[in-house]
Every structure is written in C-alpha cells, then in structure tokens.
C-alpha cells in the first residue's frame, strides 16, 4: 500500500487548506485511515480518523474545525482545515491500518504516507 499526501502549504491564523491523500496498491486492506501529525520536537498525534463504515473520530484540539472524509471509489482521504491556529502547524501525515481498536493511536497504522507541511502563520 502506498500513501501520498498534498495540499499543505502556509497559510494565515484563521485561514482554511484541503489536504488529500491518495492510496495505491493493496488498498482493500485498509479499514481505518487517520491523520496524524507531528510538530517539530514533539510526538506524533493523531488529530483525525474514520473507519471503514464512515464513522469519524476527533482529537480535542481540532473539533469542530477539522473535517475527515474519503472517497472510496477514487481511493482517496482529504482532511479540511479551517479556523487554523499557529499550534497546527506540523506535518501531516495520512495514515492506514486493517484493523484499528484506537482510531487516534499513531501506533496503530502500518501505512504512513510521506507527509505534507502546513505552516499556519
């Protein structure tokens, strides 16, 4: 399975970016997709997930703000930002996992995409 992310860029506080991921490969393999972030000198952190039947989790610090969907038939997973604060700023990473138990554990996908970098500044 191969993952590839883009849409990040710079972008003002209070402003709004579209990240996507594109999945290859083994792809019916994959039953829980996240995002998962990581911010220079600190961890990983999950900040969104959804499972196969389209359900949704969210980290605290982006609820309400963030929105995660997929598009099954073009194997795709976006991830929409608005309202953002100069915290997000970090690299995003799309994630995926056959199977998940805690959808916002970054040790819990096998799949990691290259990552794409959101500034907020």
């Known amino acids: 399975v191969q993952l590839v992310e883009s849409g990040g860029g710079l972008v003002q506080p209070g402003g709004s970016l579209r990240l996507s991921c594109v999945a290859s490969g083994f792809t019916f393999g994959i039953n829980g997709m996240s995002w998962v972030r990581q911010a220079p000198g600190k961890q990983r952190e999950g900040v969104a997930s959804i499972e196969d039947n389209g359900g949704t989790t969210y980290a605290d610090s982006v609820e309400g703000r963030f929105t995660i969907s997929k598009d099954n038939a073009k194997n795709n997973l976006y991830l929409q930002m608005s309202s953002l604060k100069p915290e997000d700023t970090s690299m995003y990473y799309c994630?995926?996992?056959?199977?998940?138990?805690?959808?916002?554990?970054?040790?819990?996908?096998?799949?990691w995409g290259q990552g794409t970098q959101v500034t907020v500044s």
């Open positions: 994630a995926g996992a056959p199977l998940v138990h805690s959808p916002l554990e970054p040790y819990e996908y096998n799949y």
